[in-house]
């Protein structure tokens, strides 16, 4: 089974845990709510190109605690055709091929819990996971823990910044030992309503390794949804993400005689864009 399947699977039943009866929810104290993004994208004909994204949000608020857990992916596979000719210029068939390729993927979990300790300051603490191999991230798992203060919230508007302290253990693909470091990480979360029925939302993450301070690398990401229904939205966002000290991948080495038996590290680029377009379901 692919990894994509994986965890649309997992989305699946994170998606059905949220449907909490509200009778439940009154009785432990707590309200849930779940959105699940959806998109897809299909080219075909002369070219052939399938994305598919997935992404889970499950949120629970109690008295001054709150809880959310967030599961997502991204897939992309394209269909390399190659043509070729046999016979003579005037009298020829044509042979085609294809095969497909993997070109972008990658997978995150999060959760995190805050505690309100007063009217506008709060502890929090979580853990991420993310596995990015074609940014060259085998697998990175990141726990912290923090102090926050709430600037602005209403429902028009909210603004949230914390700073907390992280470890995070880190595998590459490519050479370097497993990286264990220490670190910092600041947040800023910002909440707008432009009209009736849609907000804006942006949130920006830097994790500092203090082991390393020019291992600085960052998570901004921008969001507009449009409601389309109470359960139904359209969500646009843009996100970039940092690397000061991009990790390396293997790359063929061709040499004399047209060998290419060995590879070579190749440093991968320092920023990451990622547009989508989501149906977004909300629970």
Same mark, same amino acid.
């Not at 692919?2 to 439940?24: G, M, N, R, Y």
């Not at 709430?150 to 590459?172: H, I, K, M, P, S």
């Not at 990622?274 to 149906?279: D, G, R």
């Given at each position: 089974?692919?990894?994509?399947?994986?965890?649309?699977?997992? /989305?699946?039943?994170? &998606?059905? *845990?949220?449907?909490?009866?509200?009778?439940?929810?009154?009785?432990?104290?707590?309200?849930?709510?779940?959105?699940?993004?959806? +998109?897809?994208?299909?080219?075909?004909?002369? +070219?052939?190109?399938?994305?598919?994204?997935? $992404?889970?949000? *499950?949120?629970?608020?109690?008295?001054?605690? %709150?809880?959310?857990?967030?599961?997502?992916?991204?897939?992309?596979? +394209? #269909?390399?055709?190659?043509?070729? #000719?046999?016979? &003579?210029? =005037?009298?020829?068939?044509?042979?085609? &091929?294809?095969?497909?390729?993997?070109?972008?993927?990658?997978?995150?979990?999060?959760?995190?819990?805050?505690?309100?300790?007063?009217?506008?300051?709060?502890?929090?603490?979580?853990?991420?996971?993310?596995?990015?191999?074609?940014?060259?991230?085998?697998?990175?798992?990141?726990?912290?823990?923090?102090?926050?203060?709430?600037?602005?919230?209403?429902?028009?508007?909210?603004?949230?910044?914390?700073?907390?302290?992280?470890? =995070?253990?880190?595998?590459?693909? #490519?050479?370097?030992?497993?990286?264990?470091?220490?670190?910092?990480?600041? =947040?800023?979360?910002?909440? $707008?309503?432009?009209?009736?029925? +849609? @907000?804006?939302?942006? %949130?920006?993450? /830097?994790?500092?390794? *203090?082991?390393? &301070?020019?291992?600085?690398?960052?998570?901004?990401?921008?969001?507009?949804?449009?409601?389309?229904?109470?359960? *139904?939205?359209?969500?646009?966002?843009?996100?970039? /993400?940092?690397?000061?000290?991009?990790?390396?991948?293997?790359?063929?080495? @061709?040499?004399?005689?047209?060998?290419?038996?060995?590879?070579?590290?190749?440093?991968?680029? $320092?920023?990451?864009?990622?547009?989508?377009?989501?149906?977004?379901?909300?629970?």
């Amino acid at each position: 089974m692919q990894p994509i399947w994986k965890s649309a699977a997992l /989305l699946l039943l994170v &998606t059905a *845990l949220a449907e909490v009866p509200a009778a439940d929810a009154q009785e432990n104290g707590w309200t849930w709510s779940d959105a699940a993004e959806l +998109s897809f994208v299909f080219t075909g004909g002369n +070219s052939s190109v399938n994305t598919l994204g997935l $992404k889970n949000t *499950l949120t629970g608020t109690g008295g001054n605690s %709150k809880f959310v857990l967030e599961l997502g992916g991204v897939r992309t596979e +394209s #269909a390399v055709k190659t043509r070729v #000719a046999n016979g &003579t210029p =005037t009298n020829f068939t044509i042979t085609e &091929t294809s095969e497909s390729q993997l070109t972008a993927e990658s997978f995150f979990a999060r959760g995190r819990y805050d505690l309100l300790f007063s009217e506008k300051g709060y502890w929090f603490t979580g853990a991420k996971w993310n596995r990015n191999t074609f940014s060259g991230i085998s697998s990175r798992v990141t726990f912290v823990s923090g102090l926050g203060g709430q600037l602005a919230d209403t429902d028009q508007f909210r603004l949230g910044t914390d700073l907390g302290v992280t470890y =995070t253990f880190q595998d590459n693909v #490519a050479i370097g030992p497993a990286d264990r470091f220490g670190g910092l990480q600041f =947040t800023y979360d910002l909440m $707008k309503t432009v009209t009736s029925n +849609s @907000i804006f939302e942006s %949130k920006l993450i /830097l994790d500092e390794n *203090l082991q390393d &301070t020019e291992d600085l690398r960052g998570d901004w990401t921008n969001a507009l949804t449009v409601a389309m229904s109470s359960r *139904l939205a359209l969500k646009t966002g843009l996100q970039f /993400l940092f690397d000061n000290q991009p990790s390396f991948v293997d790359i063929p080495l @061709i040499e004399a005689g047209g060998d290419m038996g060995n590879t070579v590290p190749a440093v991968l680029n $320092k920023i990451d864009s990622v547009f989508t377009i989501a149906l977004v379901v909300n629970f």
